[in-house]
């Protein structure tokens, strides 16, 4: 369980994150929502630990901030030359050692195998697609065997087909592994798919938080976005959203 109290980020004068308060659970996906500059990705930052901020963070009612934290960022920096089993790896390790136990090799293969690019293992990582590359920095965060994933952006840049296959590789995760899973989505559809709650920020607040039907709605939306939609109801159950026109200014 990871719980949030009042968290406020700060950069000099400017409130980035405004006293922002939620609770999450294993095995459920909370979606992070919101216009950019809204707040989500500094939000993030301060559940995982490397952000400075105030407010109370709680993992497991007493964890330590960091502990058991795997979180994945929007850039992560690493050299083209290492492979996709040594980005992995770098999971359990700081530093690739001269010596690495078995015990961490195996979680390297385990994790690779989960999301099924086994096949990547020998390839150098500055070879692969964005959704090969995406995937590998996925198994390197779940190699770590986190509590809690923390998840910022993981579908940027991608196209609909490996969007759809990241989104469902960490939402079986997430059930098999009982993770606490939060998510800094742009995609308000993939968010209504895939997230079992949804937060939603604007000028760092949160202005909605609950079910994706509760949350998405058309005055909730335009107050976050400054936009007109419409809300439909999709084949599955889950409510699809279609940007109709900027909303005009009152």
């Not at 994945?72 to 920096?77: T, V």
């Not at 190699?143 to 960490?170: G, M, N």
Request: hydrophobic share 50%.
């Amino acid at each position: 369980m990871l719980r949030a109290h009042a968290v406020t980020v700060r950069y000099g004068r400017r409130t980035a994150v405004d006293a922002v308060s939620l609770e999450v659970a294993p095995g459920e996906v909370l979606a992070i929502l919101g216009a950019n500059g809204s707040g989500k990705s500094s939000l993030l930052r301060a559940l995982a630990g490397v952000q400075r901020c105030q407010g109370v963070l709680a993992w497991n009612e007493s964890a330590a901030p960091g502990a058991g934290i795997g979180y994945m960022p929007q850039d992560s920096m690493l050299r083209a030359a290492l492979t996709a089993f040594e980005v992995v790896l770098l999971g359990r390790l700081r530093s690739l050692a001269f010596r690495v136990s078995e015990q961490d090799l195996v979680a390297a293969r385990a994790a690779l195998a989960e999301l099924g690019i086994s096949d990547l293992a020998a390839r150098r990582i500055g070879e692969l697609s964005g959704g090969q590359r995406q995937l590998v920095f996925l198994a390197q965060v779940l190699a770590a065997d986190p509590q809690v994933l923390l998840l910022d952006e993981p579908t940027s840049a991608l196209d609909i087909a490996h969007q759809l296959q990241v989104l469902v590789l960490l939402r079986r995760a997430t059930a098999r592994r009982r993770l606490t899973t939060i998510a800094v989505l742009h995609d308000l559809n993939a968010a209504a798919r895939f997230a079992d709650r949804i937060a939603l920020m604007r000028d760092g607040q949160l202005i909605g938080l609950g079910r994706p039907a509760d949350v998405l709605t058309t005055p909730v939306l335009r107050h976050a976005y400054g936009v007109d939609v419409c809300i439909l109801a999709g084949p599955d159950g889950h409510p699809v959203v279609l940007p109709m026109q900027i909303a005009p200014v009152l």
